[in-house]
């Protein structure tokens, strides 16, 4: 087999899971339920975060809260503060793609 596979969980029970963590990207799948989410830290690499399913509450920097629905994609520039959570009732299902790897 050439291609390497992985897994990602399936349903709704919280999860961060480190999918493929290698020299040239790190790929993450989260899932939060309402009240959920990381705690606040600074982006230590791109962070392209994509939203696959519920709506994503998002502070990043100073900015006031914003929330993204399913289908969209942010761009998250290296070193922006952030604050990830579900403030809502359907789960938050993340695909997060950061690249370069950190370090």
Not at 15 to 40: Q, S, T
Not at 51 to 61: A, K, T, W
Not at 78 to 99: C, D, G, P, W, Y
Request: cysteine-free; hydrophobic content about 40%; charged content about 25%.
């Amino acid at each position: 087999m050439v291609e390497q596979v992985y897994k990602l969980s399936v349903g709704n029970e919280k999860a961060v899971e480190k999918i493929l963590f290698d020299e040239n990207v790190h790929y993450l799948h989260m899932v939060f339920n309402k009240d959920e989410g990381l705690p606040e830290h600074f982006s230590n690499s791109n962070v392209y975060m994509t939203v696959v399913r519920g709506r994503l509450s998002i502070g990043l920097d100073e900015q006031e809260l914003h929330v993204y629905d399913a289908g969209t994609m942010l761009k998250i520039p290296f070193q922006t503060r952030m604050n990830v959570k579900n403030l809502h009732s359907e789960t938050l299902e993340l695909i997060v793609v950061k690249a370069p790897a950190p370090k």
